[in-house]
C-alpha cells in the first residue's frame, strides 16, 4: 500500500486530504507543519509528501528543502500546494498543485509520481524536475 504524508495548517483542509487519500488506498500520516511533518518522515518515511508551502512553523518549500538536503533520507515525490499563482523557483518539489485542489487531480498526480518513481528508480541520477 503506497503512503502519503499531507501537511497543512487547515485542519478542514487536512481531513479533506487525509479522506481522499485513505478511500483511494493510501496510508496516511498527517502533520500541521513541516518540523511535525519533517519529524514524522524521519521516524517513518512515506512515498509522497503532499505540503502547504505557507504554514507557520515550517513552511512546505523548507520542508522539501530539508527533505532533499538531509544525507540518509530516502527519495520521496513532493507535492507543493498553495494558492499562490505560482509555484517558487528555488525548490526541487516534483508538482505544484494550486489550491482549491481538485481532489481527482491530486490523486492522479500522486500516482502518476509514484509510478515515474518506480519507472525511473535506479536509472537516473537526479530527481525528477517536472513540474505539475
Not at 27 to 51: I, K, N
Amino acid at each position: 500500500m503506497p503512503s502519503v504524508l499531507l501537511v497543512d495548517d487547515d485542519a478542514q483542509t487536512l481531513e479533506a486530504w487525509a479522506a481522499l487519500c485513505a478511500a483511494d488506498g493510501f496510508e496516511v500520516t498527517s502533520a500541521s507543519d513541516g518540523q511535525s511533518a519533517l519529524a514524522a518522515f524521519m521516524e517513518s518515511p512515506v512515498d509522497v509528501v503532499v505540503a502547504d508551502w505557507r504554514m507557520p512553523v515550517m513552511s512546505g518549500s523548507e520542508l522539501c528543502h530539508r527533505l532533499r538536503t538531509v544525507p540518509g533520507l530516502p527519495d520521496v515525490a513532493f507535492i507543493l500546494i498553495s494558492g499562490e499563482p505560482s509555484p517558487p523557483a528555488f525548490v526541487s518539489y516534483d508538482g505544484f498543485l494550486r489550491k482549491p485542489v481538485d481532489g481527482s487531480v491530486l490523486l492522479a498526480t500522486m500516482r502518476r509520481l509514484l509510478v515515474e518513481r518506480v519507472t525511473h528508480r535506479g536509472s537516473r541520477g537526479s530527481r525528477n524536475s517536472k513540474k505539475t
